[in-house]
């Protein structure tokens, strides 16, 4: 495999936010040959009703700590969602089973959902969730400056990677960048 030099962008391991390749040909058709089931359940029966289940369930948790405020409950519900939110679809690479020999291993899952298409059905719905249950919170935080703040914050940091501006935009306080090989 010959690579020109203009096309290969180099990336520095200082470098704060960087941008993740395009696939190689080899990666392409790796990707084709099998399902990928990793991304591909958020389109299954039921696989929506599940966020709106651990909302619910993180609430009643946070709900029964004694002398919690529900102005608390409510901000931690929200963080909880969208610290697991971004942790599993943004932050973790890869597929998590060795199906796919290492066909996704440079994508996480929200550019492997629908075949990395932009607002389509699910991405819509994962998109608007964070934005939904931030409006409740605040709602319900009585819209206190500084639960809204925690609120917003936590939301910004969901809501932005979901963007297409974001599309393979990684940040290398959080994702170490590949070794230069």
């Given at each position: ?20 390749p395009a696939e190689s040909e080899e990666q392409i058709s790796d990707q084709s040959v099998l399902p990928n089931l990793n991304?591909n359940w958020v389109n299954a029966k039921g696989a929506w009703a ?132």
């Amino acid at each position: 495999m010959v690579l020109d030099a203009k096309n290969v962008r180099r990336r520095r391991s200082s470098s704060l936010v960087y941008t993740e390749p395009a696939e190689s040909e080899e990666q392409i058709s790796d990707q084709s040959v099998l399902p990928n089931l990793n991304a591909n359940w958020v389109n299954a029966k039921g696989a929506w009703a599940i966020h709106v289940v651990l909302i619910i369930i993180a609430k009643i948790l946070f709900d029964i700590v004694p002398s919690m405020s529900q102005e608390t409950s409510w901000t931690l519900t929200n963080i909880s969602y969208m610290f697991g939110s971004y942790l599993m679809f943004h932050y973790v690479r890869g597929v998590p089973f060795d199906f796919n020999a290492g066909a996704y291993d440079n994508l996480n899952m929200w550019e492997q959902m629908d075949n990395g298409d932009q607002y389509t059905p699910a991405k819509k719905f994962l998109l608007s969730v964070p934005i939904l249950l931030f409006l409740i919170s605040t709602h319900f935080t009585h819209y206190n400056l500084t639960y809204f703040v925690i609120n917003f914050l936590a939301t910004v940091a969901v809501v932005l990677p979901k963007l297409p501006a974001a599309h393979r935009l990684r940040m290398g306080i959080f994702n170490n960048p590949p070794d230069d090989r």
